[in-house]
């Protein structure tokens, strides 16, 4: 039984210790968006944020989605979970459902307040 508690506590530590937050900073046309997940990734439902700054002011007027895919490989279907984000506290919150291990491709479009549509184009991996 003792042997069972010290192999539990040394996996959940170095579960701990190897978790990483999301963090992505990029550039876009006059924009600075910053996509970071609330926690390390896991399989099942994970929380981004999006930040999106223009000229170093905070934007809060824009419309934000996203799309995380990955592609059909073999003996494996196509999988895509979108959703649309919710402003809370000045970061555009939105829920995606990972539903394996592996390289996510992503997607986050938003619109400004101009009504130009913006894409950033990355990845992720869990």
Known sequence: MNLLKLLTIVTLTFGFLNAEVISHKVQKDSYEIVLKSEKSLVIGDNIFFASLYKDGVVVTNAKVKAKFFMPEMPGMPYM???????????????????????????HLMFK????????????INL
């Open 80 to 106: 895509e979970f979108k959703d649309k984000a919710k402003l809370v506290d000045g970061k555009y919150k939105f829920m995606i459902n990972l539903s394996m291990g592996g390289t996510w491709q992503y």
């Open 112 to 123: 400004s307040a101009d009504g130009k549509v913006h894409k950033i184009r990355s990845s």
